[in-house]
T-cell receptor, first 115, second 111 residues
Framework: KAGVTQTPRYLIKTRGQQVTLSCSPI?????VSWYQQTPGQGLQFLFEYFSETQRNKGNFPGRFSGRQFSNSRSEMNVSTLELGDSALYLC??????????????FGPGTRLLVL | DQQVKQNSPSLSVQEGRISILNCDYT??????FLWYKKYPAEGPTFLISISSIKDKNEDGRFTVFLNKSAKHLSLHIVPSQPGDSAVYFC??????????FGKGTRLSVIA
């Protein structure tokens, strides 16, 4: 079974631009979560989608948004990029569940650099 | 408020010896715990999990221990191998919340 895929793998943008990242979950997985990883901060939860609906949201500004399509693929968008948005963005998928007790499987991440 | 804490940012262990990585949590509602391993520029890889109804789960060289009264879990790797050198993340969840991750512990296994 193919793993979680993320595109693009690397991205360079300038301040003020916007960016869209894509994630394809493992086949059969309907829950997709997004995380931001910066040095020394661990993985910070952005949001989770299940059946095209946002089920949970982390403490990030409204510049960060996402969506999920009927085939469970997900995109996240960051508008008006800031230097501090430079990070590794990770997508994870899991089997349908109640929101807890699920093992999440991660993609390789998209490395975003904002100049 | 950090609900999941990994107090050791780094750990060095001799090849062949036991590696013990520790994790503490504050939320008594957490009922599912996981360990992930991460290499640079890659996504985390799931290693092992444990439900709160158990106190130990073993998978090959990896064993996770859960002490609910102390709100503490640990990952034992034995014997440690150079390929185990990576950052290890502890994560926890309850039935209503997404996974909460610790900040990670960098394990170096020295040959």
């Amino acid at each position: 079974k193919a793993g979680v895929t993320q595109t693009p793998r690397y991205l360079i943008k300038t301040r003020g631009q916007q960016v869209t990242l894509s994630c394809s979950p493992i086949s059969g997985h309907r829950s997709v979560s997004w995380y931001q990883q910066t040095p020394g901060q661990g993985l910070q939860f952005l949001f989770e989608y299940f059946s095209e609906t946002q089920r949970n949201k982390g403490n990030f500004p409204g510049r960060f948004s996402g969506r999920q399509f009927s085939n469970s693929r997900s995109e996240m968008n960051v508008s008006t990029l800031e230097l501090g948005d430079s990070a590794l963005y990770l997508c994870a998928s899991s089997l349908p569940g109640l929101g807890g007790g699920e093992t999440q499987y991660f993609g390789p991440g998209t490395r975003l650099l904002v100049l | 408020d950090q609900q999941v804490k990994q107090n050791s940012p780094s750990l060095s262990v001799q090849e062949g010896r036991i590696s013990i990585l520790n994790c503490d949590y504050t939320n008594s509602m957490f009922d599912y715990f996981l360990w992930y391993k991460k290499y640079p520029a890659e996504g985390p890889t799931f290693l092992i999990s444990i439900s709160s109804i158990k106190d130990k789960n073993e998978d090959g060289r990896f064993t996770v221990f859960l002490n609910k009264s102390a709100k503490h879990l640990s990952l034992h790797i034995v014997p440690s191998q150079p390929g185990d050198s990576a950052v290890y993340f502890c994560a926890a969840s309850d039935s209503n919340t997404p996974l909460v991750f610790g900040k990670g512990t960098r394990l170096s296994v020295i040959a």
